[in-house]
């Protein structure tokens, strides 16, 4: 997948179907999810609770349905980070089948100290991970 570093396999399931007989949102957004967790394992052994001593918080997420997806659709999820900033980053997501793209979209992420409750500066070992990782620049 094109602009991906990071791709991994789905196959969609019936949970994963709504009443109108495809993908439903809340499942697109779980594959979100399910990619960026194999996304911080790759990156770094991180996960979405450490990422290098504190978690990670999600207050905005995009979603463009570009095709239906069904039952045993073999797709590839894209996941890449687009920006780092100071206390948060930018992840871009692509879903596709068979090479056609049927889901788009992007999530802020907020580094997060859950005992202390509040956000908080990105830890430097997550930073240079992703950056080394996506090549892209550190301020």
Same mark, same amino acid.
């Given at each position: 997948?094109?602009? /991906?570093?990071?791709?991994?396999?789905?196959?969609? =399931?019936?949970? #994963?179907?709504?009443?109108?007989?495809? +993908?439903?949102? $809340?499942?697109?957004?779980? /594959? @979100?999810? #399910?990619? =960026? *967790?194999?996304?911080?394992?790759?990156? &770094?052994?991180?996960?979405?609770?450490?990422?290098? &001593?504190? &978690? *990670? *918080?999600?207050?905005? $997420?995009? +979603?463009?349905?570009?095709?239906?997806? /069904?039952?045993? #659709?073999?797709?590839?999820?894209?996941?890449? +980070?687009?920006?780092? =900033?100071?206390?948060?980053? *930018?992840?871009?997501? !692509?879903?596709?089948?068979?090479?056609?793209?049927?889901?788009? &979209?992007?999530?802020?992420?907020? $580094? @997060?100290?859950?005992?202390? !409750?509040?956000? !908080?500066?990105?830890? #430097? +070992? @997550?930073?240079?991970?992703?950056? $080394?990782?996506?090549?892209?620049?550190?301020?």
């Amino acid at each position: 997948m094109e602009g /991906f570093r990071f791709v991994m396999p789905y196959r969609v =399931r019936i949970s #994963d179907i709504n009443y109108g007989g495809h +993908v439903s949102n $809340a499942a697109v957004l779980s /594959f @979100f999810q #399910d990619g =960026r *967790i194999g996304y911080l394992q790759q990156v &770094g052994s991180f996960s979405e609770q450490d990422i290098g &001593g504190c &978690g *990670i *918080i999600l207050p905005e $997420a995009h +979603v463009q349905y570009k095709a239906e997806m /069904f039952l045993g #659709d073999e797709l590839q999820i894209g996941v890449r +980070v687009e920006e780092l =900033r100071r206390s948060s980053f *930018i992840m871009s997501y !692509r879903i596709e089948r068979q090479g056609e793209v049927t889901a788009e &979209g992007t999530t802020a992420l907020v $580094a @997060f100290d859950y005992q202390q !409750r509040k956000a !908080r500066r990105l830890p #430097d +070992v @997550f930073r240079q991970a992703v950056s $080394a990782f996506e090549k892209l620049p550190l301020d």
